[in-house]
């Protein structure tokens, strides 16, 4: 057995008496060292510390006073995209209009961020703090938030210029891109027999500007100039026009009028309000359903021959003489509105016939594009059997060709033949067979 001697175990006084000491003198140091001079030391050691630190750190809040911080919202979307098996918590949601899981970082969890190739290292750590609440005066607290979030963004001082001048305007930039790549465009008609008000839907379609079948030349124009009038805000500031941008498309029924809208909408990922003149009784209503459109949108009047002629709504009993809508009312109005509220407003009026149009509508500045849908093309054919069947060549091509130079057929037409079947050569035999049949007559 083991046994320890008295002597070789501190003493049960000495530990008693270095407790008392220890006590002791705390105690006097408190007593004696007045607490500002303590805070005084404490501060002048952090300064100390930060003096010789090579760290900035640029804080990020929430709101800035009671408008929420941009440059927050964007890190904060940014920084879900740089989730790496380093982190350890991460925050999950799913809103309502969107299709997608939104990921996000979670308070204290650090972010490592390489910039520049690499060679700017940034840390990016989410706070946050609690807010005092505020009593109401009957004892109860409000109902307020009760805890403010910032973002804490730590990186050498000497990149200080580098962060601030492109870093972050980079993250802005990054941040809008993830959006609307998540952005579910939606289609929104009015609700005649609910709330005679916009209500919405995904709009689903799947037209883009590749499964368009439509002169190569024109399509190439029509995204170049949708690309100049998305990056034009300034220029548009500058002269003091409004942010929009008007289209005119006519052509025959199904030759893709609705069809290209769809595609603009998906390209641009701009949500679509598509109004039906003919079931708006008046300028109030007009202006109410238009004040209530968002702007990165486009509004939609198809077949504006038929819905602008107002022949049956002239005499349209207890609508006064000033409120009926007329075409010039409606684009001054829209011109008027816009300027003051709108910003990237697409217009696009559709119609099968182009002559019947009022002149004011055609007159030079009015609608800035006139797109004309036209019967298919033998290059608009090939893309549409790409669509459907996925060839991009067969022998029944040359035949085929021939036909479309003299048979004026709609793309709808030609895609209601490829649809009949999954196998080419059933489909475009069939398809011929109909082309000879039209030709024929
Ligand atoms: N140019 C085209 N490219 C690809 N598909 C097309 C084209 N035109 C028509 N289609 C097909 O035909 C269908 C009907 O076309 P769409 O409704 O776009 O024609 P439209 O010109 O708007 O006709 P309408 O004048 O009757 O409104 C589309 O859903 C699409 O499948
Ligand atoms: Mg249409």
């Not at 805070?39 to 952090?46: A, D, I, K, R, V």
């Not at 290292?121 to 009957?138: C, N, R, Y």
């Not at 910032?150 to 001082?157: A, G, I, R």
Request: glycine fraction near 6%; include cysteine.
């Amino acid at each position: 057995m083991v046994a320890f001697s008295k002597e070789s175990l501190p003493s049960y006084n000495a530990i008693i008496s270095a407790a008392a000491y220890i006590t002791a003198t705390t105690f006097l140091l408190n007593s004696l060292i007045p607490k500002p001079v303590e805070n005084y030391f404490s501060s002048s050691f952090h300064r100390l510390c930060k003096r010789f630190s090579s760290q900035l750190v640029v804080v990020i809040d929430e709101f800035d006073g009671l408008t929420a911080n941009h440059m927050f919202e964007a890190a904060n979307i940014y920084l879900g995209t740089k989730v790496s098996s380093l982190t350890h918590r991460i925050k999950v949601s799913k809103p309502e209009k969107e299709q997608n899981l939104s990921v996000t970082v979670d308070k204290n969890e650090e972010i490592v961020d390489l910039f520049r190739g690499g060679s700017v290292k940034l840390k990016w750590v989410l706070q946050f703090e609690a807010i005092k609440q505020i009593s109401k005066g009957d004892g109860r607290l409000g109902n307020s938030k009760t805890e403010f979030r910032y973002f804490e963004l730590s990186f050498h001082k000497k990149h200080k210029d580098l962060v601030l001048n492109d870093y972050l305007p980079y993250i802005l930039g990054k941040a809008k891109e993830i959006k609307e790549e998540k952005k579910v465009v939606r289609l929104f008609t009015v609700d005649y027999n609910g709330t005679d008000y916009w209500s919405s839907v995904a709009l689903n379609h799947p037209a883009t500007f590749s499964t368009m079948a439509m002169d190569p030349m024109m399509k190439k124009e029509l995204i170049e100039d949708l690309d100049r009038f998305i990056s034009r805000k300034d220029y548009y500031r500058r002269v003091g026009k409004a942010w929009k941008r008007g289209y005119l498309f006519y052509g025959p029924p199904g030759t893709g009028k609705s069809s290209l809208v769809a595609a603009m909408a998906n390209y641009l990922k701009f949500d679509v309000y598509d109004l039906d003149l003919r079931e708006v009784q008046c300028n109030s209503d007009l202006r109410r359903l238009l004040i209530g459109s968002s702007n990165r949108s486009i509004l939609v009047i198809e077949d504006i021959d038929c819905n602008i002629g107002f022949q049956n709504r002239e005499s349209g009993a207890g609508i006064a003489e000033d409120d009926k809508i007329t075409l010039s009312g409606l684009l001054n109005f829209i011109d008027g509105l816009w300027s003051s509220c709108g910003d990237e407003r697409i217009i696009v009026f559709t119609t099968n016939h182009k002559d019947r149009l009022d002149p004011a509508l055609l007159r030079p500045g009015r609608m800035d594009v006139h797109v004309e849908m036209s019967f298919c093309t033998f290059s608009g054919f090939r893309i549409l059997a790409y669509n459907y069947l996925k060839i991009e060549d067969h022998g029944l091509f040359p035949a085929i060709e021939e036909l479309l130079s003299k048979v004026e057929t709609t793309p709808a037409e030609i895609a209601g033949e490829l649809m009949k079947s999954d196998y080419a050569d059933a489909a475009l035999q069939g398809l011929v067979r109909r082309l000879r049949e039209k030709d024929s007559r």
